[in-house]
């Protein structure tokens, strides 16, 4: 979506009362600086997003393990509790064996914390 686009947008939640005066000129500050950094040679912006960020800051867990360690790291990088996540886990498990596989190539890729 174009800069434009989302300034119009943002313009129509502020009119309609959505956005306070002091939220539209963050949103807009935020954009238009967003929209400084250079395209790369494909014509995509180089842009670091939060998600990307919290990927990589995933370790697997040396205090809150039962097996290796996964759920524990992804609760820490959450904030959620760790039994949820093995809740979670479980129940893709029952699902094909999908959690299985998930659990397994995470506790092969991600890092222990140090």
């Not at 990589?56 to 039962?66: A, F, H, Q």
């Not at 996964?70 to 959450?78: D, E, H, N």
């Not at 094909?96 to 659990?103: E, K, Q």
Request: proline share 2%; charged share 20%.
């Amino acid at each position: 979506m174009s800069d434009s686009i989302e300034l119009d947008k943002l313009a129509e939640l502020h009119q309609r009362g959505v956005l306070t005066a002091e939220e539209f000129a963050r949103a807009k500050e935020r954009l238009l600086a967003g929209a400084s950094h250079a395209p790369s040679a494909s014509g995509y912006r180089s842009t670091s997003s939060a998600a990307a960020g919290g990927i990589n800051e995933l370790r697997r867990s040396v205090d809150d393990r039962w097996i290796g360690g996964v759920c524990g790291g992804i609760a820490k990088l959450t904030g959620i509790e760790s039994w949820l996540c093995r809740l979670l886990l479980t129940v893709l498990a029952l699902f094909a064996g999908s959690g299985v596989l998930v659990y397994i190539l995470l506790w092969i890729f991600v890092p222990e914390e140090s």
